[in-house]
């Protein structure tokens, strides 16, 4: 799968739509942040595209588009986990995640294309 990396990029500056994130921290490639949920075992539960135990990432930018909020929540929801929004099966929390983590993952998450 590709990912227009400008588009991307734009639609990650329309998904901050504030000082959430510090203007310099960098943003993730596709490959970086599919790397980083490899990393954290997020792949376990989710994929890319299509659902697992979990939504589909492109399925939850889909679902967050357009809400600026969405940022803080994911990023905190990562961490502390989440349930009833998807299905019966809930995420645990995922502690060996930093914040930093989870919010470059938040941020490579909704910037992710259908
Ligand atoms: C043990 C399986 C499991 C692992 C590991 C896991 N998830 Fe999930 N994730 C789920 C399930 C199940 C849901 C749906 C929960 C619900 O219905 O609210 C979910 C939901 C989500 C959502 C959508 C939350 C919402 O409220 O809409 C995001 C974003 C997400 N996961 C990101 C991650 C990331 C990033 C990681 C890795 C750090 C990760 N998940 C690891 C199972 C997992």
Redesign the pocket.
Known sequence: MRLAIKAAAGALAMCLGGPVVASTEPALTFEQGQAL?KK???????QVKAKR???G?TQ?AQ??AGQPEAFE??SQ??RQG???????????A?T??SEQ??KA??HW?LALEP
């Open positions: 949920a954290m075992a997020c792949l376990g539960c989710h135990v979990g939504p990432f939850v679902r967050y929540y994911l929801m990562i989440g349930r009833g929004k998807w299905g019966a099966i809930p995420m645990p995922q060996q995640v983590q989870a993952l938040t998450i």
